[in-house]
């Protein structure tokens, strides 16, 4: 399985930006999809993630502004109302039915005015 990650960029805060992530490969063997992010001097946190049935998790931190939605192999991450914290590296991540992750490519979100 192979993750390829779009979208990111600079916006100001209040402002919006969308990720968009994409599978290929064995994507039958994925569980769950979504997004971590690694801010400067920051452990990797998870910022939202979907599995298969529909579930999903969000950090405290963006409820109520982040919403992550999935279409099979695809997820969309809309990030709406952005504050400054939200400035990181964003990771798509891909976790199987066996317990395995796997991680696309990082995308920088930079929110500042």
């Known amino acids: 399985v192979q993750l390829q990650a779009s979208g990111g960029g600079l916006a100001q805060p209040g402002g919006f930006v969308n990720l968009s992530c994409a599978a290929s490969?064995?994507?039958?063997?994925?569980?769950?999809m979504g997004w971590y992010r690694q801010a400067p001097g920051k452990a990797r946190e998870l910022v939202a993630v979907t599995t298969t049935r529909g579930n999903t998790t969000y950090a405290d931190s963006v409820k109520g502004r982040f919403t992550i939605s999935r279409d099979n192999a695809k997820v969309l991450l809309r990030m709406n109302t952005l504050k400054p914290e939200d400035t990181a590296v964003y990771y798509c991540?891909?976790?199987?039915?066996?317990?395995?992750?796997?991680w696309g490519q990082g995308t920088q979100v930079t929110v500042s005015s």
């Open positions: 991540n891909a976790q199987f039915w066996s317990g395995t992750m796997v």
């Open positions: 490969g064995d994507i039958a063997i994925i569980n769950v």
